[in-house]
Antibody
Framework: EVQLVESGGGLVQPGGSLRLSCAAS????????MSWVRQAPGKGLEWVSA????????YYADSVKARFTISRDSSKSTLYLQMKSLRVGETAIYYC??????????????WGQGTLVTVSS | DIVMTQNTLSLSVTPGQPASISCKSS???????????LYWFVQKSGQSPRLLIY???NRFSGVPDRFSGGGSGTDFTLKISRVEAEDVGVYYC?????????FGPGTKVEIQ
């Protein structure tokens, strides 16, 4: 059974940093790309970032480029999202998602339960 | 960016009756590989999103066959043949033809 468990969320001040983790199990982590998607309270879904299965290709929404860094550690089957210079408007639940194909990104097959990031002074 | 539109933001359905949710994209989602990168997700209250349909019309594993997806180019539809109480939730379409991947605003399905 595929399981994705996010952690690392919490309260952070505007301008602060936070690192999210997504522990994966139930599949060969090295074979699949991964993504982060966020959802502000009461709002819709917004794709944030993706990483290829090897980790050598990363992709970002313009709104987070140069402030967020996606990475992965296959030895730990864990996906990360390092977030810097956080803004109030980035308060959201952050979900990690597993790709559904071994090639390419954008087929968000399984999602974790999410971790809440609150950016507030 | 490709804009995804779901004109119906809320839909009230009688159990046992059909429901149809539409989604339009600002440009064709057909890629040169012949695939159309349109997906449907449902998010039930307090839960994370769950994949229903991939590449327009393919039901994901475990999805009841009362759900079906169709359409082409820029116009897509998710159909529920006979709505059940458990189908309550917000339904999102998403495109991954090009970055950034974008979602529709969601259609909330409620039971009458």
């Amino acid at each position: 059974e595929v399981q994705l468990v996010e952690s690392g969320g919490g309260l952070v001040q505007p301008g602060g940093s936070l690192r999210l983790s997504c522990a994966a199990s139930g599949f060969n982590f090295s074979n699949y790309g991964m993504s982060w998607v966020r959802q502000a309270p009461g709002k819709g879904l917004e794709w944030v970032s993706a990483i290829s299965r090897s980790g050598n290709k990363t992709y970002y929404a313009d709104s987070v480029k140069a402030r967020f860094t996606i990475s992965r550690d296959s030895s730990k089957s864990t996906l990360y999202l390092q977030m810097k210079s956080l803004r109030v408007g980035e308060t959201a639940i952050y979900y990690c998602a597993k790709e559904g194909a071994v090639v390419g990104i954008g087929y968000l097959q399984y999602w974790g339960q999410g971790t809440l990031v609150t950016v507030s002074s | 960016d490709i804009v995804m539109t779901q004109n119906t933001l809320s839909l009230s359905v009688t159990p046992g009756q059909p429901a149809s949710i539409s989604c339009k994209s600002s440009q064709s989602l057909l890629l040169s590989d012949g695939k159309t990168y349109l997906y449907w997700f449902v998010q039930k209250s307090g839960q994370s999103p769950r994949l229903l349909i991939y590449e327009v019309s393919n039901r994901f594993s475990g999805v009841p066959d009362r759900f079906s997806g169709g359409g082409s180019g820029t116009d897509f539809t998710l159909k529920i043949s006979r709505v059940e109480a458990e189908d309550v939730g917000v339904y999102y379409c998403m495109q991954s033809k090009e970055l950034p991947f974008t979602f529709g605003p969601g259609t909330k399905v409620e039971i009458q």
